[in-house]
């Protein structure tokens, strides 16, 4: 691993020791259940439950759970999402950027990770709107679809940062996610909320125009526009 690697691992380790805090779920409807840490089972949440950053939650139909972040901050979870505590927190825009640069890392084929990497100014565009061959082999799981779901959450809430990631890291893993361009274009969004409109430009430039309604395609060009103006 090159010096750029390290310094970005190692800076990332220091950001997630950040996020701490404790989680309480103060109401519960329906079938809610709660993986904790890297352990494969879920289990039913009940009221009361005090859960970790790094624990996620599932949500069936017809349900749904109200927690407290810190004991102050209510989030109500809607049906038929996965969502990682962890993911419930607000990153800067540094932050963002550098674990940006760690997803492009992750997205370099092993043949090339020995070779020094340049860490550009703009998101490196990662897969495309349409399948590759080798992803064509087999569907994504059920979960893959309520962890997307679960990044809807995160951007109407306001948690841009993690949206970005975690919709990015899905699309990277399961190119042919169902979704994907609701998926492309919230991360786009979420890019402009957080003011990096550079990076935003290059997500809208990377959606393709063909297949879509002509609706998509003039919200896509206007955005472009709107971005591309700004930079002037």
Not at 4 to 24: H, R
Not at 199 to 209: D, F, Q, R, V
Request: charged content about 25%; some cysteine; aromatic content about 4%.
């Amino acid at each position: 691993m090159n010096r750029i690697s390290c310094c970005v691992v190692l800076s990332l380790f220091v950001m997630l020791g950040a996020a701490n805090a404790d989680i309480k779920v103060s109401s519960v409807k329906g079938d809610v259940y709660v993986r904790h840490n890297v352990q494969e089972q879920w289990v039913r949440v009940a009221v009361g439950d005090i859960l970790k950053p790094e624990d996620s939650m599932k949500l069936e139909k017809e349900s749904s759970a109200t927690v407290l972040i810190d004991g102050t901050n209510k989030l109500t979870l809607p049906e038929l999402v996965i969502v990682d505590l962890s993911d419930l927190r607000t990153l800067s825009q540094e932050e963002l950027l550098l674990k940006l640069a760690m997803e492009r890392i992750r997205s370099v084929p092993a043949g090339q990770q020995d070779e020094e990497r340049q860490i550009p100014k703009t998101t490196t565009v990662y897969g495309k709107l349409r399948p590759s061959m080798e992803s064509l082999s087999s569907p994504p799981p059920p979960a893959a679809v309520l962890q997307l779901n679960g990044t809807h959450l995160l951007f109407e809430k306001g948690f841009y940062a993690t949206c970005v990631l975690k919709a990015k890291g899905l699309m990277r893993q399961y190119p042919d996610l169902p979704g994907r361009l609701d998926a492309l274009l919230m991360v786009a969004g979420a890019l402009e909320k957080m003011k990096l409109d550079g990076e935003a430009l290059s997500e809208y430039l990377s959606i393709p125009t063909t297949g879509i309604s002509p609706q998509q395609q003039a919200f896509i060009k206007d955005r472009i526009a709107r971005l591309m103006q700004k930079d002037e």
